[in-house]
């Protein structure tokens, strides 16, 4: 079982609509967690960046953290085409390294 | 505005060849690291560095070397490349902003091993 599990997508739905992406996962030492974007032939950039269980908004987008079900959401608003993208969750707990999901594939049709 | 370059956006070579991907960040950042994508599997480390000449193994570190002469530059060596090796390499380093670290990418490198 990976530490790290993501639905692969790929995702396509009209736009406007709200569209919600999510990561489950095994280790509960896990504390912060982030949200990274992918656009086609560029590198990830980071998205949302939590540390606790709750809701983080930022613009159109909603970082939502579980901890007790082990489970992390990013909900995205009224989406446009720009947000066509693959999205990576990541986590890590004190200094250790990230570990990602393998993200899932995005597509907002016009 | 913050930049991790990486050399060459597409590479082909042959099996056995030895290749060379090169990494340069302008943010002074200490910790560096080395990163293949590959569908189904997402992101793997290989290789980071904390500093000069410093380097650890990250998932994944066989069949690949680094190399940290200069805090700016990473660079990352496939001494006789395989066709497994065939992949989206990825290049980022680190800084912190605000209390959280963040991780910030180079737009990849395909390598085609044929």
């Known amino acids: 079982q990976k530490e790290v599990e993501q639905d692969p997508g790929p995702l396509s739905v009209p736009e406007g609509a709200i569209v919600s992406l999510n990561c489950t996962y095994s280790?509960?030492?896990?504390?912060?967690f982030m949200w990274y974007r992918q656009y086609s032939r560029k590198g990830p950039e980071l998205l949302m960046y939590?540390?606790?269980?709750g809701n983080k908004e930022d613009g159109r987008f909603t970082a939502q953290v579980d901890k007790s079900s082990k489970y992390i959401s990013l909900f995205i608003r009224d989406s446009q085409p720009s947000d066509s993208a693959t999205y990576l969750c990541?986590?890590?707990?004190?200094?250790?390294?990230?570990?990602f999901g393998t993200g899932t594939r995005l597509t907002i049709i016009p | 505005d913050v930049k991790v370059t990486q050399s060459s956006r597409y590479l082909v070579k042959r099996t056995g060849e030895k290749v060379f991907l090169e990494c340069v960040q302008d943010?002074?950042?200490?910790?560096m690291f080395w990163y293949r994508q590959d569908p189904g599997l997402g992101l793997r480390l290989i290789y980071f560095?904390?500093?000069?000449?410093?380097?650890e193994k990250g998932d994944i570190p066989e069949g690949y070397s680094v190399s940290r002469e200069k805090k700016e530059r990473f660079s990352l060596i496939l001494e006789s490349a395989s066709t497994n090796q065939t992949s989206m390499y990825l290049c980022?380093?680190?800084?912190?902003?605000?209390?959280?670290?963040?991780?910030?990418f180079g737009s990849g490198t395909q390598l085609s091993v044929l």
């Open positions: 980022a380093s680190s800084g912190w902003d605000r209390e959280r670290e963040k991780l910030f």
């Open positions: 280790n509960s030492a896990f504390q912060y």
């Open positions: 939590t540390y606790s269980s």
């Open positions: 990541a986590m890590r707990f004190g200094n250790e390294k990230l570990t």
């Open positions: 943010m002074d950042h200490e910790n």
């Open positions: 560095s904390y500093d000069v000449k410093m380097k």
